[in-house]
């Protein structure tokens, strides 16, 4: 179900984190939460990655 899921802001692919339940864009430098196994795709929720 992964590939259907791309990031809101870039529409580029996203990377799964499994220790932190998110999903990962790269390209936006931002992490989705994944809450109760449900990914939260709003950019309001994603918290800016660590460089």
């Known amino acids: 179900m992964l590939e259907a899921l791309v ?3 870039t ?3 996203l990377r799964f984190d ?3 339940q998110e999903l990962v ?3 936006a430098h931002l992490a ?5 196994g449900i990914p939260v795709m709003l ?5 800016p990655l660590d460089d």
């Open 32 to 36: 989705y939460p994944v809450r109760n």
């Open 18 to 20: 499994a220790d932190r």
């Open 43 to 47: 950019i309001d929720e994603a918290r």
């Open 25 to 27: 864009s790269k390209a």
């Open 11 to 13: 529409h580029a692919p």
């Open 7 to 9: 990031c809101p802001q």
